[in-house]
């Protein structure tokens, strides 16, 4: 889509009012090829004013999800060891412990996704705040990974991981760097867009998300938006009476529908055009971040 978007606006360059920048960045699903890029001062370079990315999304195909407000949570580490000879039975009980705080579990079934799905989609659903997380013992510690919304949340977490690890004996906790940040996408923005693409392609091609989705992903297109404003927005690439695997990424079955290709060509070169005339002059940016973007 990305390629497609770009060879559109190619064709169209005289018609449009700024400019705009493709970034195929790779080093995604690690979260740092976007650190990389802004690192080597792509946006200042380019003059980028504000980004937009499109992701594939297990809604119905063709159908776009806009995020105003919301957008998919940060990531934050931490690290518990624990002394003394029972050290493996307490970091297993210390595990269970902090895993408990989780309030969203990970899907281990086609329904449990389909709820997760549902529940984003639901304003002040059960994903308006939510902690999902990962413990997982060692011979004298505790592994844990966690996300949260709202972002500020984090405090919070690391205060409750504290508290259960000084309840075991001889038990440390270190958090060996500040949290990922989350990507909250412009409330704004993302309504303008939506308007956009109601406009363009009609009212029922677009729902809006009331989470952040999916509870246990994250993006470092995260650092893009923290610098200028823009969008992220999941375009549904479901096909009728497909599982809902297939249209995760991800999922061994994932399968998209590849009807959806000419559509979020369609949509987001249009978007992407309007934004250059709407900027009278000032440059616009677009990304293909996670292989599905424009």
Same mark, same amino acid.
């Given at each position: 889509?990305?390629?497609?978007?770009?060879?559109?606006?190619?064709?169209?360059?005289?018609?449009?009012?700024?400019?705009?920048?493709?970034?195929?960045?790779?080093?995604?699903?690690?979260?740092?090829?976007?650190?990389?890029?802004?690192?080597?001062?792509?946006?200042?370079?380019?003059?980028?004013?504000?980004?937009?990315?499109?992701?594939?999304?297990?809604?119905?195909?063709?159908?776009?999800?806009?995020?105003?407000?919301?957008?998919?949570?940060?990531?934050?580490?931490?690290?518990?060891?624990?002394?003394?000879?029972?050290?493996?039975?307490?970091?297993?009980?210390?595990?269970?412990?902090?895993?408990?705080?989780?309030?969203?579990?990970?899907?281990?079934?086609?329904?449990?996704?389909?709820?997760?799905?549902?529940?984003?989609?639901?304003?002040?659903?059960?994903?308006?705040? /939510?902690?999902?997380?990962?413990? #997982? %013992?060692?011979? @004298?510690? !505790?592994?844990? $990974? &966690?996300?949260?919304? *709202?972002?500020?949340?984090?405090?919070?977490?690391?205060?409750?991981?504290?508290?259960?690890?000084?309840?075991?004996?001889?038990?440390?906790?270190?958090?060996?760097?500040?949290?990922?940040?989350?990507?909250?996408?412009?409330?704004?923005?993302?309504?303008?867009?939506?308007?956009?693409?109601?406009?363009?392609?009609?009212?029922?091609?677009?729902?809006?998300?009331?989470?952040?989705?999916?509870?246990?992903?994250?993006?470092?297109?995260?650092?893009?938006?923290?610098?200028?404003?823009?969008? /992220?927005?999941?375009?549904?690439? #479901? %096909?009728?009476? @497909?599982? !809902?695997?297939? $249209? &995760?990424?991800?999922? *061994?079955?994932?399968?998209?529908?590849?009807?959806?290709?000419?559509?979020?060509?369609?949509?987001?070169?249009?978007?992407?055009?309007?934004?250059?005339?709407?900027?009278?002059?000032?440059?616009?940016?677009?990304?293909?971040?996670?292989?599905?973007?424009?």
């Amino acid at each position: 889509m990305a390629l497609g978007v770009a060879q559109v606006l190619a064709r169209l360059r005289r018609q449009l009012d700024g400019t705009v920048v493709f970034l195929f960045q790779p080093a995604e699903e690690t979260l740092s090829g976007a650190r990389a890029l802004i690192g080597t001062g792509v946006l200042e370079r380019t003059r980028v004013a504000e980004i937009h990315a499109l992701h594939c999304g297990p809604f119905p195909v063709g159908r776009f999800a806009v995020t105003p407000g919301f957008g998919m949570p940060g990531q934050d580490k931490a690290e518990v060891t624990v002394s003394g000879p029972d050290a493996p039975d307490a970091a297993r009980r210390l595990a269970d412990e902090i895993g408990a705080l989780a309030t969203v579990a990970l899907p281990r079934t086609p329904a449990d996704l389909e709820r997760i799905v549902a529940d984003a989609l639901t304003p002040n659903g059960q994903l308006a705040r /939510f902690v999902a997380v990962r413990a #997982r %013992a060692q011979d @004298a510690g !505790v592994s844990v $990974s &966690y996300r949260c919304w *709202p972002p500020e949340r984090y405090l919070d977490v690391r205060t409750d991981i504290r508290r259960l690890a000084t309840s075991c004996a001889g038990a440390g906790v270190r958090f060996p760097a500040e949290p990922f940040p989350a990507m909250v996408c412009p409330e704004r923005d993302g309504r303008v867009l939506a308007h956009h693409l109601r406009r363009t392609l009609g009212r029922d091609a677009v729902t809006a998300l009331h989470a952040a989705f999916p509870p246990f992903s994250g993006e470092d297109f995260a650092l893009y938006l923290d610098r200028v404003p823009g969008t /992220f927005t999941f375009l549904g690439v #479901r %096909a009728p009476g @497909a599982p !809902v695997t297939t $249209s &995760y990424p991800h999922y *061994p079955d994932f399968a998209p529908d590849e009807r959806a290709l000419g559509i979020g060509v369609r949509a987001m070169a249009g978007w992407i055009a309007e934004r250059t005339h709407r900027a009278q002059g000032l440059p616009g940016g677009a990304n293909g971040s996670g292989g599905s973007g424009a």
